[in-house]
T-cell receptor
Framework: DTGVSQDPRHKITKRGQNVTFRCDPI?????LYWYRQTLGQGPEFLTY????????KSRLLSDRFSAERPKGSFSTLEIQRTEQGDSAMYLC?????????????FGPGTRLTVT | GIQVEQSPPDLILQEGANSTLRCNFS?????LQWFHQNPWGQLINLFY???GTKQNGRLSATTVATERYSLLYISSSQTTDSGVYFC???????????????FGQGTILTVHP
């Protein structure tokens, strides 16, 4: 168990560019979550996958955001036409629900800066 | 949606002191987690505690689900305890839940040597 990994750890981009982030969950976890955290706030839910199916999306996820988990393993989060307001830490988490238990484990995050 | 409030927002301690962090939530929940966010942004799992009391070394936590609050106790604090502590809850909606967590605003803990 190597934990949740994310790549890249930091990304600086210019406004209007597209960016893509990758998340590799803990290997036996079938659930994968994306969250966004801005300075001084707690993380906010963006979207959720169970295996390869995207089952829930937050209203925070505008049309410029798209997420995939094509084979039920790693996931990608793409932001098109980035805006300065997209600057944040993007966190990925995974879990394996066992009965009522659904403990989520987080990756180190990707810090995005849009200039 | 469910509201999660943490108190105090900031806490400054001398090394060796004890502290209690509180998390109130506005509705019934089925899961609750406490996290420590280190200076690099990594969220570290402290407790998974939808109800009851758990202890792990100098840290312990209690959740009273019927009264909608949870407490995190830190004893004999160390400088390495500094960081932001988050409470996060999961609430069932309509008998199903995809497990999304709703976080509080966090408590910023600073421990001085």
């Amino acid at each position: 168990d190597t934990g949740v990994s994310q790549d890249p750890r930091h990304k600086i981009t210019k406004r209007g560019q597209n960016v893509t982030f990758r998340c590799d969950p803990i290997s036996e976890h079938n659930r994968l979550y994306w969250y966004r955290q801005t300075l001084g706030q707690g993380p906010e839910f963006l979207t959720y996958f169970q295996n390869e199916a995207q089952l829930e999306k937050s209203r925070l996820l505008s049309d410029r955001f798209s997420a995939e988990r094509p084979k039920g393993s790693f996931s990608t989060l793409e932001i098109q036409r980035t805006e300065q307001g997209d600057s944040a830490m993007y966190l990925c988490a995974s879990s394996a629900r066992q009965g009522m238990r659904n403990e989520q484990y987080f990756g180190p995050g990707t810090r995005l800066t849009v200039t | 949606g469910i509201q999660v409030e943490q108190s105090p927002p900031d806490l400054i301690l001398q090394e060796g002191a004890n502290s209690t962090l509180r998390c109130n939530f506005s509705d019934s929940v089925n899961n609750l987690q406490w996290f420590h966010q280190n200076p690099w942004g990594q969220l570290i799992n402290l407790f998974y505690i939808p109800s009851g009391t758990k202890q792990n070394g100098r840290l312990s936590a209690t959740t009273v689900a019927t009264e909608r609050y949870s407490l995190l106790y830190i004893s004999s604090s160390q400088t390495t305890d500094s960081g932001v502590y988050f409470c996060a809850v999961e609430r069932y909606a309509g008998g199903t839940s995809y497990g999304k967590l709703t976080f509080g605003q966090g408590t910023i803990l600073t421990v001085h040597p």
